[in-house]
Each structure stands twice: as structure tokens, then as C-alpha cells.
């Protein structure tokens, strides 16, 4: 029986096993390293609650579809509130003449 064909199975499992160690050593490497990271960051400098930009920005939107207002005025394009979109869709399909829109 030749030899060289086999395959050495005690070589590959234990390499497998190396393989499986060290990959589980340096994700729990990476976690004690990014909790270390985490310990030393500064609450203050960094936080994780955008309450001040989250009211700034819902303000912001409102205050953006309550009214109509220019997006760019070289090319004619014009922000419309949705309800006011509706309704103007709505008569425009509505007067004499005008194609029924394709569903």
C-alpha cells in the first residue's frame, strides 16, 4: 500500500485545532481591547444620545413640508407639503378633457 496517497489525519486535526485556538484567542483578544477602548472614552466628549440634533432636525422637517418653498429655482423645482400634492393631482385628473392616469 503506498504510502504518500494517505492522508494524515492526526497532522490535519491537530492543525485544526491550532486553527480554532488561535482564532478564538484573538476575538477574545479584540473584545478585552475594545472594551478597554470603551472604559476610556469620555462620556462627555463622546455621547450616544442626539436628543439636542434629533428636536433640530425634526423642527427643521416639519418647518419643510408645512409650506411650499423653492429646491431650485434655475431649474423651476419647487418642495410641496404631500396633502396639498394630493389635491392638486387630484384636480388635475378631475378637469374635462384630462387623461385618466395608467395603473
Not at 500500500?1 to 485556538?21: F, K, N
Not at 462620556?43 to 433640530?56: D, G, K, L, Q
Request: proline share 6%.
Amino acid at each position: 500500500m503506498a504510502h504518500y496517497d494517505d492522508i494524515d489525519v492526526r497532522g490535519l486535526t491537530e492543525a485544526g485545532i491550532v486553527a480554532c485556538v488561535v482564532t478564538l484567542l484573538c476575538v477574545l483578544l479584540a473584545q478585552v481591547f475594545f472594551y478597554w477602548i470603551d472604559a476610556r472614552t469620555d462620556p462627555a466628549v463622546a455621547p450616544n444620545e442626539y436628543t439636542m440634533s434629533s428636536e433640530f432636525l425634526r423642527k427643521q422637517q416639519e418647518g419643510l413640508v408645512s409650506q411650499p418653498a423653492w429646491v431650485d429655482k434655475t431649474n423651476n423645482r419647487v418642495s410641496i407639503p404631500i396633502d396639498l400634492a394630493k389635491q392638486l393631482t387630484v384636480e388635475q385628473y378631475n378637469k374635462p378633457g384630462s387623461k385618466s392616469p395608467e395603473t
